[in-house]
């Protein structure tokens, strides 16, 4: 209905404009224009194309001084769709990577919210790793289960790890080397829950054959089997001493057996439905059972005595735990939730809340201070046990995670899912620490205090709010009831808070009691940025009256007036000494002035748009400005000349600013996104996205560590700059195994990727297979030779005309490099070997030519493919053409050749390639010409991003030569 409705007033729109607005030859009314625009900006955050770009074109033929803004968000709407898209492909390859390469999955995660901020399918894939405080990151995958992980445990030394499946059997893993040592097989159906003993000889598994089983640990035999459940054995436990067993059963009982003699000892009966978990008390006096009627029972294990009930929970309980001290227990429930009891009184005293889904598992940390939880959510979470708030999510799984539990030492998660996968977890730091959440509108404005512990964040809800950088809590309130809080800054000793106004006045706030002290009014309209001078008792304000005023912090008149910009001032800022006031202005200038006599020293001019934010080096010696013609601009403060210009932001700068050794410049930009910038070169270094709508302010920290970002998406985010940089750094030197596999980088990263990539596996030469194959791709490219052994380039040498004699070793070597081939998963590794084994084949062709002519061929088929991978098309050319004066009758060589030519540019060679080959039969199920395997091809090239740009029109033409 709302589609309906939507095109119904895009049918008005279209007959005003096309039809009655050109009766009487106006144009449309530039208000009418910028709600069209604003139309568009919104259907594009809700990510309705269609709609974004019906409203552009609706507009486009009335609104002539709009132009060129409508063609840009036509622009910004085909970037979207493109994104879209991409993001799709992208989500394809790391859900396939992930399975065989997890490590190499996270860095395309992290290379595609990157890059695809905007896109969805992005947002939601490789954003929930960030949603919550902090990203983790997975150590190891163990892959071996043909069904579900239903169950994980560590052994008590955390050195094993065990996993039940409801593939009828238990796995012991080795948790360092991720390998499967032993697998236990005996149920007769699903394992549906597992345990070590306390001294981690013996195994316990419980399984929907309604039994449980007692295995040797190290021998993998069965010992035991406990039966006597009429319905499936769902939780299994062992007490503190490892002489008793707890099993919990569909039978609604749970029963105490001897682990010795395999005999029943006490049934606990009084539930109504499922006994779904069981565990002992610390001191094993006392057994906890959860259930499917909703509720939780402790009981006394000697009497068998139910002692308490704990109810709450709306849906049924599915897991329970001890703290370790026995004085509180975890319950987790179907109802989405966990809770905290008190044992003594059997009260609830927390409620852990945010998971989407039913939570299936929970455990306490060794030391008491932390939760796990998992979730039908695909996610397990860290939380902290005092506080009731969420600190990590963990995310990668494809499934529900069922188990989950802490390593010995606490620092290590495992987690079992239904993705057939257990995978075990170090909660490292990932992008956004910290999310401050609790503005209502914009957060316009964001400022450290000078020990670093606390933030300070404005908004359009009128607010500004005070918050525990530690904790993410707000502390404090500071409310302007009468309009927007549209800058804050704190006094150098942290005592004062600074607010700007658009309701045209500062108001200068105690930052411990939150209570207004001063009221700062002499502009005549709003008031958008203010500072306090070093030694704190001065206050400068900038203001759309296109001035900026000076004031005594502790009287609150102003002194000094500074006019001469004719447009907004939208920015101030005070040198390191307090002589100098810099500001910023619409009207596309920044200017220099003397802060004692109020006289204006210096105009920096050169930006074609808005001057939005200023910022001085910690020197004095260095001006920073952001605009809205999306540079940044780094300044001479004596000459006024401009050094350096920082490009990359696609839409507006809308704030800047200076690490504390100034070695750094921070911009944030209405593109979503804050940029790391060298300042003595003017490279970018890093990308932070995460924000949802565009970012109004950034700080450093004061130790330069931490970045803090304000955003139009009603938040501000916390950020830990040495680790992010360090995630793309990785996401480099894996780029020939991200193009490899399938993933598409942008065009504009490609070059510095694979250039910064190389040098990695220069700079780490034990890397040997990678590092020797891409020198060999580089001499190929370069004419030359790659020596391994002098680890040098050379010259071509003359091929020799004499045979040499070729021993059994080299032939032996042959088998085995085809061997290494054949084994080796990893792609790119395997292409690597497919260089060594053309050299080895070749010296053999000159005794055996007929033995080892196809093999040779095909070799140099699939070398030529990885040149490809490396845009190396000339040595592509080379290896394939090699193959066909080998033997010309291999058909893959015909269809790579002609490709090897196109994106070398060489289009009538490639054009007369494709022609003479389209239309000749191919031979296959589903390539029946040539015309279909070429097609194949370009679409294999395309996706993996190794058309360059100035070859795509050429390599279209061709497409549509064979579609002919």
């Given at each position: 209905?709302?589609?309906?409705?939507?095109?119904?007033?895009?049918?008005?729109?279209?007959?005003?404009?096309?039809?009655?607005?050109?009766?009487?030859?106006?144009?449309?009314?530039?208000?009418?224009?910028?709600?069209?625009?604003?139309?568009?900006?919104?259907?594009?955050?809700?990510?309705?194309?269609?709609?974004?770009?019906?409203?552009?074109?609706?507009?486009?033929?009335?609104?002539?001084?709009?132009?060129?803004?409508?063609?840009?968000?036509?622009?910004?709407?085909?970037?979207?769709?493109?994104?879209?898209?991409?993001?799709?492909?992208?989500?394809?390859?790391?859900?396939?990577?992930?399975?065989?390469?997890?490590?190499?999955?996270?860095?395309?995660?992290?290379?595609?919210?990157?890059?695809?901020?905007?896109?969805?399918?992005?947002?939601?894939?490789?954003?929930?790793?960030?949603?919550?405080?902090?990203?983790?990151?997975?150590?190891?995958?163990?892959?071996?289960?043909?069904?579900?992980?239903?169950?994980?445990?560590?052994?008590?030394?955390?050195?094993?790890?065990?996993?039940?499946?409801?593939?009828?059997?238990?796995?012991?893993?080795?948790?360092?080397?991720?390998?499967?040592?032993?697998?236990?097989?005996?149920?007769?159906?699903?394992?549906?829950?597992?345990?070590?003993?306390?001294?981690?000889?013996?195994?316990?598994?419980?399984?929907?054959?309604?039994?449980?089983?007692?295995?040797?640990?190290?021998?993998?035999?069965?010992?035991?089997?406990?039966?006597?459940?009429?319905?499936?054995?769902?939780?299994?436990?062992?007490?503190?001493?490892?002489?008793?067993?707890?099993?919990?059963?569909?039978?609604?009982?749970?029963?105490?057996?001897?682990?010795?003699?395999?005999?029943?000892?006490?049934?606990?009966?009084?539930?109504?439905?499922?006994?779904?978990?069981?565990?002992?008390?610390?001191?094993?006096?006392?057994?906890?059972?959860?259930?499917?009627?909703?509720?939780?029972?402790?009981?006394?294990?000697?009497?068998?005595?139910?002692?308490?009930?704990?109810?709450?929970?709306?849906?049924?309980?599915?897991?329970?735990?001890?703290?370790?001290?026995?004085?509180?227990?975890?319950?987790?429930?179907?109802?989405?939730?966990?809770?905290?009891?008190?044992?003594?009184?059997?009260?609830?005293?927390?409620?852990?809340?945010?998971?989407?889904?039913?939570?299936?598992?929970?455990?306490?940390?060794?030391?008491?201070?932390?939760?796990?939880?998992?979730?039908?959510?695909?996610?397990?979470?860290?939380?902290?046990?005092?506080?009731?708030?969420?600190?990590?999510?963990?995310?990668?799984?494809?499934?529900?995670?069922?188990?989950?539990?802490?390593?010995?030492?606490?620092?290590?998660?495992?987690?079992?899912?239904?993705?057939?996968?257990?995978?075990?977890?170090?909660?490292?730091?990932?992008?956004?620490?910290?999310?401050?959440?609790?503005?209502?509108?914009?957060?316009?404005?964001?400022?450290?205090?000078?020990?670093?512990?606390?933030?300070?964040?404005?908004?359009?809800?009128?607010?500004?709010k005070l918050w525990d950088a530690g904790s993410g809590q707000a502390e404090k309130t500071f409310t302007d009831p009468t309009s927007c809080v549209h800058s804050v800054a704190f006094s150098p000793d942290g005592k004062k808070v600074l607010t700007g106004s658009w309701d045209k006045t500062a108001v200068l706030w105690d930052a411990g009691s939150g209570q207004a002290e001063k009221t700062f009014t002499d502009h005549?309209?709003?008031?958008?940025?203010?500072?306090?001078?070093?030694?704190?008792?001065?206050?400068?304000?900038?203001?759309?009256?296109?001035?900026?005023?000076?004031?005594?912090?502790?009287?609150?008149?102003?002194?000094?007036?500074?006019?001469?910009?004719?447009?907004?001032?939208?920015?101030?800022?005070?040198?390191?000494?307090?002589?100098?006031?810099?500001?910023?202005?619409?009207?596309?200038?920044?200017?220099?002035?003397?802060?004692?006599?109020?006289?204006?020293?210096?105009?920096?001019?050169?930006?074609?748009?808005?001057?939005?934010?200023?910022?001085?080096?910690?020197?004095?010696?260095?001006?920073?400005?952001?605009?809205?013609?999306?540079?940044?601009?780094?300044?001479?403060?004596?000459?006024?000349?401009?050094?350096?210009?920082?490009?990359?932001?696609?839409?507006?700068?809308?704030?800047?600013?200076?690490?504390?050794?100034?070695?750094?410049?921070?911009?944030?930009?209405?593109?979503?996104?804050?940029?790391?910038?060298?300042?003595?070169?003017?490279?970018?270094?890093?990308?932070?996205?995460?924000?949802?709508?565009?970012?109004?302010?950034?700080?450093?920290?004061?130790?330069?560590?931490?970045?803090?970002?304000?955003?139009?998406?009603?938040?501000?985010?916390?950020?830990?700059?040495?680790?992010?940089?360090?995630?793309?750094?990785?996401?480099?030197?894996?780029?020939?195994?991200?193009?490899?596999?399938?993933?598409?980088?942008?065009?504009?990263?490609?070059?510095?990727?694979?250039?910064?990539?190389?040098?990695?596996?220069?700079?780490?030469?034990?890397?040997?297979?990678?590092?020797?194959?891409?020198?060999?791709?580089?001499?190929?490219?370069?004419?030359?030779?790659?020596?391994?052994?002098?680890?040098?380039?050379?010259?071509?040498?003359?091929?020799?005309?004499?045979?040499?004699?070729?021993?059994?070793?080299?032939?032996?070597?042959?088998?085995?490099?085809?061997?290494?081939?054949?084994?080796?998963?990893?792609?790119?590794?395997?292409?690597?070997?497919?260089?060594?084994?053309i050299d080895s084949l070749k010296n053999r062709m000159q005794v055996s030519p007929d033995t080892y002519t196809n093999t040779l061929v095909r070799t140099y088929n699939s070398h030529a493919w990885y040149s490809f991978f490396l845009q190396a098309f000339k040595s592509a050319e080379q290896d394939i053409r090699a193959g066909i004066a080998v033997d010309s009758s291999y058909k893959y060589l015909h269809t790579n050749?002609?490709?090897?030519?196109?994106?070398?540019?060489?289009?009538?060679?490639?054009?007369?390639?494709?022609?003479?080959?389209?239309?000749?039969?191919?031979?296959?199920?589903?390539?029946?010409?040539?015309?279909?395997?070429?097609?194949?091809?370009?679409?294999?090239?395309?996706?993996?991003?190794?058309?360059?740009?100035?070859?795509?029109?050429?390599?279209?033409?061709?497409?549509?030569?064979?579609?002919?």
């Amino acid at each position: 209905m709302k589609n309906a409705a939507l095109l119904r007033l895009l049918f008005v729109i279209h007959y005003s404009l096309f039809v009655i607005a050109p009766l009487f030859n106006q144009s449309a009314d530039p208000s009418f224009c910028r709600a069209m625009l604003d139309s568009a900006e919104l259907e594009l955050k809700k990510r309705n194309f269609p709609a974004a770009r019906e409203y552009c074109e609706a507009a486009l033929p009335l609104c002539s001084q709009n132009t060129e803004a409508i063609r840009a968000m036509n622009r910004r709407i085909n970037k979207a769709i493109d994104a879209e898209k991409r993001g799709a492909e992208n989500a394809a390859v790391f859900m396939q990577t992930k399975e065989t390469n997890p490590t190499l999955a996270m860095r395309m995660m992290w290379y595609n919210s990157s890059r695809h901020p905007e896109s969805q399918i992005s947002h939601d894939l490789y954003h929930q790793a960030i949603s919550d405080t902090q990203a983790v990151f997975m150590l190891k995958r163990f892959n071996g289960h043909r069904s579900s992980v239903s169950a994980v445990a560590f052994s008590p030394d955390g050195k094993k790890a065990l996993t039940g499946s409801r593939d009828n059997t238990a796995v012991l893993w080795d948790a360092v080397s991720g390998q499967a040592e032993k697998t236990f097989t005996g149920h007769t159906d699903y394992v549906f829950s597992v345990a070590f003993s306390p001294d981690g000889k013996k195994i316990l598994t419980g399984s929907r054959d309604n039994t449980a089983k007692l295995w040797d640990a190290g021998s993998g035999q069965a010992e035991k089997t406990f039966t006597g459940h009429t319905a499936y054995v769902k939780a299994v436990a062992f007490s503190p001493d490892g002489k008793d067993v707890l099993t919990g059963s569909g039978d609604n009982t749970a029963k105490l057996w001897d682990a010795a003699s395999g005999q029943a000892e006490k049934t606990f009966t009084g539930h109504t439905s499922h006994v779904s978990s069981v565990a002992f008390s610390p001191d094993g006096k006392k057994v906890l059972t959860g259930n499917f009627d909703n509720t939780a029972k402790l009981w006394d294990a000697v009497s068998g005595q139910a002692e308490k009930t704990f109810t709450g929970h709306t849906a049924y309980v599915t897991s329970v735990a001890f703290s370790p001290d026995g004085k509180e227990l975890l319950t987790g429930s179907g109802d989405n939730t966990v809770k905290l009891w008190d044992v003594g009184n059997g009260q609830a005293e927390k409620t852990f809340t945010g998971h989407t889904s039913f939570v299936y598992s929970v455990a306490f940390s060794p030391d008491g201070k932390k939760v796990l939880t998992g979730s039908w959510d695909f996610t397990a979470k860290l939380w902290d046990a005092a506080s009731g708030q969420a600190e990590k999510t963990f995310t990668g799984h494809r499934d529900p995670v069922f188990s989950v539990a802490f390593s010995p030492d606490g620092k290590k998660v495992l987690t079992g899912s239904w993705d057939k996968t257990a995978v075990l977890w170090d909660a490292g730091s990932g992008q956004a620490e910290k999310a401050f959440t609790g503005h209502t509108a914009s957060v316009s404005s964001v400022a450290f205090s000078p020990d670093g512990k606390k933030v300070l964040t404005g908004s359009w809800d009128s607010t500004a709010k005070l918050w525990d950088a530690g904790s993410g809590q707000a502390e404090k309130t500071f409310t302007d009831p009468t309009s927007c809080v549209h800058s804050v800054a704190f006094s150098p000793d942290g005592k004062k808070v600074l607010t700007g106004s658009w309701d045209k006045t500062a108001v200068l706030w105690d930052a411990g009691s939150g209570q207004a002290e001063k009221t700062f009014t002499d502009h005549t309209s709003k008031v958008t940025s203010v500072a306090f001078s070093p030694d704190g008792k001065k206050v400068l304000t900038g203001s759309w009256d296109n001035t900026a005023k000076l004031w005594d912090a502790g009287s609150g008149q102003a002194e000094k007036n500074y006019t001469g910009h004719t447009f907004f001032v939208y920015s101030v800022a005070f040198s390191p000494d307090g002589k100098k006031v810099l500001t910023g202005s619409f009207d596309n200038t920044a200017k220099l002035w003397d802060a004692g006599s109020g006289q204006a020293e210096k105009t920096f001019a050169g930006h074609t748009s808005h001057v939005s934010s200023v910022a001085f080096s910690p020197d004095g010696k260095k001006v920073l400005t952001g605009s809205w013609d999306k540079t940044a601009v780094l300044w001479d403060a004596g000459s006024g000349q401009a050094e350096k210009t920082f490009t990359g932001h696609t839409s507006s700068v809308h704030s800047v600013a200076f690490s504390p050794d100034g070695k750094k410049v921070l911009t944030g930009s209405w593109d979503n996104t804050v940029k790391l910038w060298d300042a003595a070169s003017g490279q970018a270094e890093k990308t932070f996205t995460g924000h949802t709508d565009g970012v109004s302010a950034v700080a450093f920290s004061p130790d330069g560590k931490k970045l803090l970002t304000g955003s139009g998406d009603n938040t501000a985010k916390l950020w830990d700059v040495q680790r992010d940089a360090v995630e793309d750094k990785i996401a480099r030197y894996c780029f020939y195994e991200m193009v490899g596999a399938g993933f598409q980088l942008e065009e504009e990263d490609m070059g510095q990727y694979r250039l910064d990539s190389i040098a990695f596996f220069e700079k780490n030469k034990q890397d040997s297979i990678h590092y020797h194959f891409l020198m060999d791709s580089l001499a190929q490219v370069k004419g030359l030779i790659w020596d391994k052994a002098k680890m040098a380039f050379g010259e071509k040498l003359e091929e020799s005309e004499t045979a040499e004699e070729v021993s059994d070793g080299e032939e032996d070597s042959i088998t085995n490099l085809q061997n290494q081939i054949a084994a080796e998963r990893d792609t790119l590794k395997r292409y690597a070997l497919y260089a060594e084994l053309i050299d080895s084949l070749k010296n053999r062709m000159q005794v055996s030519p007929d033995t080892y002519t196809n093999t040779l061929v095909r070799t140099y088929n699939s070398h030529a493919w990885y040149s490809f991978f490396l845009q190396a098309f000339k040595s592509a050319e080379q290896d394939i053409r090699a193959g066909i004066a080998v033997d010309s009758s291999y058909k893959y060589l015909h269809t790579n050749l002609a490709p090897a030519l196109l994106l070398q540019g060489q289009y009538e060679a490639a054009q007369a390639e494709y022609l003479k080959w389209k239309d000749q039969p191919f031979g296959e199920q589903e390539l029946a010409t040539y015309r279909e395997a070429f097609l194949a091809d370009l679409d294999v090239f395309e996706k993996a991003g190794i058309i360059p740009a100035e070859r795509k029109k050429d390599v279209e033409k061709i497409r549509a030569l064979l579609k002919e």
